[in-house]
């Protein structure tokens, strides 16, 4: 059997004091509580984990650290469960609360008992837990990606829902998309989100891996990280222009020649084999924009 309890010394002393003042009947933490807002004590034997819980690795040293903390000072966050069959409960969030209060040794662990399916066990579990435990840049990008899949979110919602920017799920899906290598050493902290942001950016698997063994040999830090890949792509488009170049007309090169010296910028032209195509010009600041609309301004003027 669970046994009630209300939700601390705080609002026991508030409906004390109101009973001294008023003369209506003395209001529970039953009457003036929501009843899924109530804390069971319930018996640790009762509980079963989650099966769909997004965290897979429970590092055993800070497990330790945190049952000698529950020993000392007992729990100060109730975990979440729900009621299932044969009088037990599944957890719903707080998984590692609940594995450290059995290594301390704990009979009964304060819970709140919520009612939820399947996929609202499975929403509350992930965004709870990525907002409030340790989880590693994988972990959390697993569980945004089952959020998005499985909970039929799309990335704005998942924003609104962890209280992030879209920007930053979008990071953390693309996480997703690194080979297994780069996935494990992330895992194992040996290569840090910002790290692994400059590396997604690059198409060619081997070359990922063989910065992440430079990241790892030479310590790289993140700067020097993003300027080896930005290197590393403006060499790319060099050698991706030096091919068009081969199998440009004459009349491509006086153009990009003309324009390079009216806008003292780079030029650069993206022609199909059809004929058809485009014109870029590089810039590398704000002041640049400003000198090319002013010649922009110029030419017509004259025409």
């Given at each position: 059997?669970?046994?009630?309890?209300?939700?601390?010394?705080?609002?026991?002393?508030?409906?004390?004091?109101?009973?001294?003042?008023?003369?209506?009947?003395?209001?529970?933490?039953?009457?003036?509580?929501?009843?899924?807002?109530?804390?069971?004590?319930?018996?640790?034997?009762?509980?079963?984990?989650?099966?769909?819980?997004?965290?897979?690795?429970?590092?055993?040293?800070?497990?330790?650290?945190?049952?000698?903390?529950i020993r000392e000072l007992g729990i100060i966050q109730p975990i979440t469960v729900r009621k299932v069959e044969n009088d037990q409960y599944q957890i719903i969030s707080g998984e590692r609360r609940f594995r450290a209060s059995k290594l301390a040794g704990l009979k009964t662990i304060p819970a709140y008992v919520r009612t939820a399916d399947d996929q609202g066990m499975l929403e509350m579990a992930l965004v709870e837990n990525i907002q409030r435990e340790d989880l590693d840049a994988i972990?959390?990008?697993?569980?945004?990606?089952?959020?998005?899949?499985?909970?039929?979110?799309?990335?704005?919602?998942?924003?609104?829902?962890?209280?992030?920017?879209?920007?930053?799920?979008?990071?953390?899906?693309?996480?997703?998309?690194?080979?297994?290598?780069?996935?494990?050493?992330?895992?194992?902290?040996?290569?840090?989100?910002?790290?692994?942001?400059?590396?997604?950016?690059?198409?060619?698997?081997?070359?990922?891996?063989?910065?992440?063994?430079?990241?790892?040999?030479?310590?790289?830090?993140?700067?020097?990280?993003?300027?080896?890949?930005?290197?590393?792509?403006?060499?790319?488009?060099?050698?991706?222009?030096?091919?068009?170049?081969?199998?440009?007309?004459?009349?491509?090169?006086?153009?990009?020649?003309?324009?390079?010296?009216?806008?003292?910028?780079?030029?650069?032209?993206?022609?199909?084999?059809?004929?058809?195509?485009?014109?870029?010009?590089?810039?590398?600041?704000?002041?640049?924009?400003?000198?090319?609309?002013?010649?922009?301004?110029?030419?017509?003027?004259?025409?």
């Amino acid at each position: 059997m669970s046994k009630k309890m209300a939700l601390g010394r705080g609002l026991g002393a508030l409906i004390e004091e109101a009973s001294t003042t008023n003369s209506a009947p003395t209001p529970t933490a039953e009457s003036v509580l929501p009843k899924s807002e109530l804390i069971n004590e319930i018996e640790i034997e009762k509980i079963v984990p989650n099966p769909l819980q997004p965290r897979t690795h429970f590092d055993e040293e800070a497990l330790a650290e945190l049952a000698a903390s529950i020993r000392e000072l007992g729990i100060i966050q109730p975990i979440t469960v729900r009621k299932v069959e044969n009088d037990q409960y599944q957890i719903i969030s707080g998984e590692r609360r609940f594995r450290a209060s059995k290594l301390a040794g704990l009979k009964t662990i304060p819970a709140y008992v919520r009612t939820a399916d399947d996929q609202g066990m499975l929403e509350m579990a992930l965004v709870e837990n990525i907002q409030r435990e340790d989880l590693d840049a994988i972990e959390v990008a697993i569980s945004y990606q089952r959020l998005v899949d499985e909970c039929s979110l799309t990335q704005e919602m998942l924003g609104e829902r962890v209280g992030k920017k879209r920007s930053t799920v979008t990071n953390y899906l693309r996480l997703l998309k690194l080979p297994a290598e780069l996935q494990l050493a992330i895992r194992r902290r040996l290569l840090s989100m910002g790290h692994a942001r400059a590396l997604v950016n690059i198409e060619d698997q081997e070359l990922q891996l063989d910065i992440l063994r430079k990241i790892i040999e030479e310590d790289l830090s993140v700067r020097q990280v993003e300027q080896l890949v930005k290197k590393l792509a403006e060499g790319n488009e060099k050698e991706e222009k030096k091919d068009q170049d081969e199998d440009m007309p004459e009349p491509y090169f006086k153009l990009v020649e003309h324009l390079e010296k009216m806008f003292s910028s780079d030029i650069n032209i993206k022609r199909t084999a059809k004929g058809n195509g485009k014109i870029i010009i590089g810039f590398k600041s704000d002041k640049e924009i400003n000198s090319i609309l002013s010649k922009f301004e110029q030419l017509e003027g004259l025409l």
